[in-house]
C-alpha cells in the first residue's frame, strides 16, 4: 500500500501561529512502518532544554481512568540523540521512564510502541487504523509539561485520515495542544474513516467513525446522536464552548475492538464491536449519551480531587458516584428524552438494573457512595491475579451514584417542586462554566455539591440529611415510595421461584463450581465458599444450567435441599435452604396490569418527556 507523508486534515480550520515568545513546542513524529505487527515508531524533539538530566516518562495512568496501567509495558527499541545526531546515555532509574544526560539542548527521543488492544486506554495498531490514546502513546518530560506539543503522523497509508480533539495545522500538517494535559486528554483515531458533521447551537458537532456497516446504517446513527446531543443541552441550556469551536465522537466499530467508552475534553473515544444496526445500536447509542454527558459532568464540572490530573500515579477521587454515577442516571435517561426508548424500554433497560443492583448488592448496605468511589483504582480496570471479596463489599460507583441520582431526582420532584435538571444546571451555573488555560477554574468539592443542593431544595437540612445518609453513609432510598407516583413499581423479576442464588460454573463431568457467594444467600448460609463443587442437589447431578433449573422448579422458596459438595475440607452434605430468585426488576403500573391515574401519568411525563426545544 502506498504511503503518504502527511494525512489530508479533513477541511478543518488551520491552527493560529504560536506567539514569539511562547515556549519551543514538544514536537512528536509517529510513523506507522511495522502496523500489519501492532507497532509504531515515535521520535520526540525537546528543544531548549535546561542543562542537565532530561527526565523522559510514560504515563503509568490515563484520564477516565483511576488504576495504574503501566503504558511503559509496551515501549521499547529506545534511542536518543542531540541536535548533532550524537548518540546520548540512556539511564533507565525505574521501571516507568527513561534519564537522558549530556545533551546539547535538543534530546530526540526515540522508541517502538506496540499497541494491539483498541479501547479507551490502551493503543490499537494494524493495517487497517490506529487508534491511539496518547498515554498510552506519548512519552513525555518532567519540567516541560506547560509547553505546548504538535504531532506530526507519517508513513501511513494512502486514504486515512484522522480524527481528534487536537487542533489541526493544514499549513504544517500537524496536531496542536497547548500543553501536557490537554495532549494526553486527546484520543486520536487514524483509517479510513465516515464523517457526520453539523452545526448544533453554533458549534460543529462531528462523528468521525470506522465501522464495516452501511452509509444508511450510519447515517441513522447520527440522527439519532443529534437527538441525544439536544436533550443533553437543553438540561444545561446549551452546550459549553468547546475550546477550537468543535466536539468530536471519536467512534471506532471495527470487529477488533474492545468495548468501551472513554470521556474527554472535546471528544469521546468510543468502541465497540457491535455493529450500527438493531441491538448493537441501542448499545453504542448509550454509550455515545453517556460520555456526551460527559461534556459537562467531569470534563468541565470536575471533582476537585482529580485536577490537574497525575499521570504518574493512581488517581483516587471521592466524586466518582456523582461524576459517573449521576452521569450514569442520565445517560439512560436522554435516550428515553429522545424517544430511543418507550417507558417500557427505559425500565428494563435502564431503572430495574440500577435499582435491582442497589437493592440486592451486599455491598451497597454495608458501604457508602464515597467509598465506593475511593475503590476505583483497585477496580477501574485493574490487574490482580488474587481473589478478592468485592461481591459482598463493593458496587460499582456507576450503579450505587445512579441509584442515588435516580432517588434524588425523584424525591426534588415530589417533595421540592424542582427536580435534578435543576440541580445539575445550577452547578454548571455555579462551577463548571469557569473554565481556562483548557481547564476547570472551579473544580467541586463534595461540600460544594451539599452546598448546591441546599439552594435548589430550598432546604439545608435536607442537603445534610441526603448527604449523611445516603453518600457519606449507606442507606438505602425507598424506590417503592418513591417510584409509585410515576406509575412503576419494584417487583420480584421471577416471583415465586426457588434459586440457589449462585453463579455456577458446569463442568464436564456434570458438576458445577461456585462461585463467589454472596452474604445471605442459601449456599452462604450453608457454609459453601467460592470454588467449591456443587456434586449433586436432592440427590441429582446439576448436569447444567437448564437441568439445575428444572429440578429447582420442582421446589417453592423455603425448601430444603441436601447438596453434596467437595469442598476444602473434603466431601460432605449440607442443607440448604432455597429462596426466591432475587433477581428485581422495575416496570410500568400498565406493564403489571394496575390502574394508573392521571397525575401519574403527568408525573411521569413531566419526568421522561423530551426537552429540547
Known sequence: MRKTAALLLLGLPLAIGRPAAAQAPVQYSV???????????????????????????????SPGRYALHEFAKNVYDVQATDSRGKVLAVNKPDPYGWDVAGHDGTVRFTYTLFGDRTDGTYAGIDARHAHLNMPATLAFARGLEQRPAEVKFEQVPQGWTVASQLRPDAAKGTWYAPHLQYLMDSPTSLGSQKVRSWQEQGKTIEMQVLHDGTDAELDAFANNTKKVVKEA?????????????????????????????????????????????????????GTVSHEFFHSWNVERIRPKDLEPFDFERANMSSGLWFAEGFTQYYGELLLRRAGIYTDDQYCEEALSGLVGAMLTAPGAKRFSPVYMSQQAPFVDAAAAIDPNNRGNTYLSYYYIGGANALALDLELRQRFKTDLDTYMRTLWQQQGKFQSNYAPEKPYTLQDLQRVLGQVAKDTAFAGQFFRQHIYGHELPKYDELLAPAGMLVRPARAGQASLAARLQFNPDSSATLGSTSVGSPLYTAGLDREDVLLKLAGQKPISAKELQKRLAAHKPGDVV????????????????????????????????????????????????????
Not at 241 to 253: E, K, P, Q
Open 31 to 61: 510513523a506507522f512502518p511495522n502496523a500489519v505487527h501492532h507497532e509504531a515508531r515515535v521520535t520526540v524533539t525537546f528543544t531548549e532544554v535546561p542543562a542537565g538530566t532530561l527526565q523522559v516518562r510514560m504515563a503509568r495512568s
Open 233 to 285: 443541552a437543553a438540561i444545561f441550556g446549551g452546550l459549553p464552548d468547546y475550546d477550537f469551536g468543535r466536539y468530536t465522537f471519536v467512534a471506532n466499530y471495527l470487529p477488533q475492538t474492545s468495548g468501551d467508552g472513554m470521556e474527554h475534553r472535546n471528544s469521546t473515544s468510543l468502541t465497540s464491536s457491535r455493529p450500527l444496526r438493531g441491538t448493537g445500536a441501542i448499545d453504542n447509542l
Open 562 to 613: 441436601q447438596v453434596e459438595v467437595r469442598a476444602r475440607d473434603g466431601v460432605r452434605t449440607v442443607p440448604v435452604t432455597l429462596v426466591e430468585d432475587p433477581t428485581l426488576e422495575v416496570v410500568t403500573y400498565e406493564q403489571a396490569k394496575k390502574p394508573v391515574t392521571k397525575a401519574q401519568k403527568k408525573f411521569r411525563e413531566e419526568w421522561l418527556r423530551g426537552k429540547a426545544k
